[in-house]
């Protein structure tokens, strides 16, 4: 869970960055940031796929399946 909020933070923080029409005018640093959410989206989504797996499993386990 600790995890999943630190990247949703950077996430959030790449996102107000991406926004921002400043950005673009530095090429290197937007595609920089841009580089760097897809990163973050990306280890989030497994982040969140791998925690909806150990959920099941809980549950499953919980209810003696």
């Given at each position: 869970?600790?995890e999943?909020?630190s990247?949703?933070?950077?996430k959030?923080?790449?996102e107000?960055?991406?926004?921002?029409?400043?950005?673009?005018?530095?090429?290197k640093?937007?595609?920089?940031?841009?580089?760097e959410?897809?990163?973050?989206?990306?280890?989030?989504?497994?982040?969140?796929?791998?925690?909806?797996?150990i959920?099941e499993?809980?549950?499953?386990?919980?209810?003696?399946?």
């Amino acid at each position: 869970q600790q995890e999943i909020a630190s990247g949703e933070g950077r996430k959030k923080d790449l996102e107000e960055i991406l926004a921002d029409g400043k950005t673009y005018q530095d090429e290197k640093k937007a595609r920089s940031a841009g580089a760097e959410y897809r990163e973050v989206k990306a280890r989030l989504d497994t982040l969140y796929a791998e925690w909806a797996e150990i959920q099941e499993n809980i549950d499953a386990a919980e209810s003696g399946g």
